[in-house]
Nanobody
Framework: VQLQASGGGLVQPGGSLRLSCAAS????????MSWYRQAPGKQREPVAT???????DYSDSVKGRFTISRNIAESTAYLQMISLKPEDTAVYYC?????????WGRGTLVTVSS
């Protein structure tokens, strides 16, 4: 499985961005899809997860501002981010676990700055 994240960029505080994660290769039976992020000098942390059934979970720091969704037919997950804050600045990674293996995308940089 290959994961390709896109949609990052520079945005002012209070702005919005939409990230996409496209899975390719052996995409059948992909379960949950997740977004993680890693800020400079910090550990990678979970941001949001969506199951194949559509259930979602968010970290407390992004609840109410970020929305994860997915298009199962296209094997794509999205992360809609609004009211962005400077502390949201990080490289965002998509992640899946399939058949006991972890798969990470290459990451897309989100910079929130005026």
């Amino acid at each position: 499985v290959q994961l390709q994240a896109s949609g990052g960029g520079l945005v002012q505080p209070g702005g919005s961005l939409r990230l996409s994660c496209a899975a390719s290769g052996s995409v059948f039976s992909i379960g949950a899809m997740s977004w993680y992020r890693q800020a400079p000098g910090k550990q990678r942390e979970p941001v949001a997860t969506i199951t194949s059934g559509g259930s979602t979970d968010y970290s407390d720091s992004v609840k109410g501002r970020f929305t994860i969704s997915r298009n199962i037919a296209e094997s794509t997950a999205y992360l809609q981010m609004i009211s962005l804050k400077p502390e949201d600045t990080a490289v965002y990674y998509c992640y899946i676990r399939k058949a006991g293996q972890d798969y990470w995308g290459r990451g897309t940089l989100v910079t929130v700055s005026s």
